[in-house]
């Protein structure tokens, strides 16, 4: 079984203080996993899944009962999997919390948004932090322990690092198998494939059902089908609007609701002093990227999945507010990523699929951006380091860079 390094963070960060712990994440991603890990190490506790029956009785009886009993000083650890369903979730939760008579820590675990279900239950503001479980990272799997964003920059130019052949692998894995848990682990294209379509009909036939009521699931999974061909390029609403034959708003609302789902997720322009920047049009990324056919968008998506990866646990851990974005202008020069800290631009990223060569958009790019330092992430090993003025440019290998991250 593999560590999570999240779990260290929540013990740390969370328990420490018992606070609840909400975590979300993809479904499958490994929450449970993860949260029944916690409870064997913790050795007293209790789990409890919504779809048991008796767990859905009991909640809606008595929900202070989920609580178990003690002995001595033990703090015991209970874990509520996509408990958030239940309508007034937060209001029995947070009745739970407040009648606590000894310490207890508590695990929320979700596969949509946690905030998504509210629907006008109480806040539990002040008693509990939020975060969010991604797939595998090269990182994680190498070193179970988050770094920080600062110590990750460091490493990252350091110098070159030694090639590991487990790393290799590690990425070619992903890029085959994409970064979710079971086909990841299993290593096989036949169960890959079975895991990605029974997954895609989960989110759409069960989990889209259950938070939108929308009857228009075919279509949806219809707008599935055609996502993975525009990963990675701006994507045009009415265009998709025109194949589906569904209003632009509707098909807005579909692609909100399959973001709250963790199916995809948007990365946006960043323009501040960016001259003549594109400042609206999004980019569509997968979270589950092992079925997209194109090389160079494959490679592209990994990428954008460890930045979230480092952009969400950064912010969650409380290193600041790091978001993801790109930049572009009217004459479509491109920088692929930039992960903006506290407002500020931190880090641009490029990747190539094989050009081991600068971009022609650093020069461009690199005087407008007050960054001391970008990556570009290639696929093949590779390290060398080229200058824009004060900025410096990182050319490395994709296994060795994002191994650098969280």
């Known amino acids: 079984m593999k560590k999570r390094s999240l779990a260290g963070a929540i013990e740390d960060l969370c328990f420490a203080d018992h606070k609840i712990a909400l975590v979300s994440g993809p479904r499958q991603c490994g929450k449970t996993t993860m949260a029944r890990a916690m409870l064997r190490g913790r050795r007293v506790g209790r789990y409890a899944n919504w779809d048991d029956i008796a767990f859905r009785r009991q909640w809606a009886r008595d929900p202070s009962a989920v609580v178990p009993a003690t002995a001595g000083g033990a703090v015991p650890l209970v874990v509520l999997d996509e408990v958030h369903k239940h309508r007034k979730w937060k209001r029995h939760l947070k ?53 920080s964003p600062d110590e990750a920059l460091d490493r990252l130019f350091a110098g070159p690092p030694r090639r590991s052949a487990e790393r290799t692998e590690a990425l070619e894995a992903m890029l085959r198998f994409g970064p979710f848990p079971e086909p990841f682990l299993a290593q096989s294209d036949r169960k890959a494939r079975m895991w990605r379509r029974s997954r895609e009909q989960l989110v759409v036939r069960e989990d889209l059902r259950d938070l939108s009521r929308l009857p228009e699931l075919d279509r949806i999974e219809m707008l599935t089908a055609m996502l993975p061909e525009r990963v990675g390029s701006l994507y045009s609403v009415p265009a998709l609007a025109e194949d589906l034959e569904a209003g632009n708003q509707t098909v807005q609302r579909w692609l909100r609701y399959l973001a709250q789902l963790y199916y995809l997720f948007e990365v946006k322009p960043y323009s501040r002093r960016i001259p003549r920047s594109l400042k609206k049009g999004g980019k569509i990324y997968l979270w589950d990227y092992g079925g997209i056919e194109d090389a160079a968008a494959r490679l ?25 974005t790109y930049v572009r202008n009217k004459e479509k020069q491109e ?9 500020v631009p931190w880090l641009p990223v490029e990747v190539k699929l094989n050009d081991v060569e600068p971009s022609p958009n650093w020069r461009k790019f690199a005087p ?21 003025g004060p900025s410096r440019v990182l050319v490395a290998g994709a296994a060795e ?6």
């Open 300 to 324: 592209e998506n990994l990428v954008a999945c460890h930045l979230l990866a480092a952009c969400h646990t950064w912010t969650d851990t409380g290193h600041g507010a790091f978001d993801l």
């Open 368 to 388: 407008l951006l007050p960054c001391t330092r970008g990556l570009q992430v290639v696929r093949r090993p590779t390290w060398s380091v080229h200058e824009y």
């Open 95 to 147: 009745g739970v919390y407040d009648s606590l008579e000894r310490p207890c820590d508590i695990l929320v675990t979700g596969s949509a948004r946690l905030d998504v279900y509210r629907r006008g239950s109480d806040s539990l503001l002040g008693r509990h932090f939020a975060f969010r479980l991604h797939p595998f990272t090269i990182a994680e799997l190498r070193r179970p322990e988050p770094i």
């Open 401 to 406: 860079a994002l191994s650098c991250l969280v």
């Open 335 to 343: 920088i692929d990523f930039l992960v903006v800290r506290d407002g």
